[in-house]
């Protein structure tokens, strides 16, 4: 059974980078056909997605976010990270890793790890 970890930071200053992990353990990040994406969700809104990367490592982001967001894996750490450029407090939020596989489409979740952007 995969499983999903995030870790990260926790309180990020405004203009600085966030970097984000993903330990994914139970399969393979490379597994054919498996996307892994970000997602976060602000205080009282609604979940937002951020990008993936697929089992073959291509990635695409979301043209809201646009080039402040870059995701990459390590294969050999089994990982996925995300960074996102320049942050403000709007993006403070819960940081989601997820797994898309065909059929099961986005079943497998992290936990989550909040982000908070203050000075």
């Known amino acids: 059974q995969v499983q999903l970890f995030e870790s990260g930071p926790g309180l990020v200053r405004p203009s600085h980078p966030l970097s984000l992990a993903c330990a994914v353990s139970?399969?393979?990040?490379?597994?054919?056909?498996?996307?892994w994406h970000w997602i976060r969700q602000p205080p009282g809104k609604g979940l937002e997605w951020m990008g993936f990367?697929?089992?073959?490592?291509?990635?695409f982001n979301s043209p809201t976010l646009g080039s402040r967001t870059s995701i990459a894996r390590d294969t050999f750490k089994t990982q996925i990270t995300l960074q996102l450029s320049a942050v403000t407090p709007e993006d403070t939020a819960v940081y989601y890793c997820?797994?898309?596989?065909?059929?099961?489409?986005?079943?497998?979740w992290g936990q989550g790890t909040q982000v908070t952007v203050s000075s």
């Open positions: 997820a797994r898309e596989v065909p059929v099961e489409g986005l079943g497998s």
């Open positions: 139970g399969e393979s990040i490379t597994t054919q056909d498996s996307y």
């Open positions: 990367i697929s089992f073959s490592g291509i990635t």
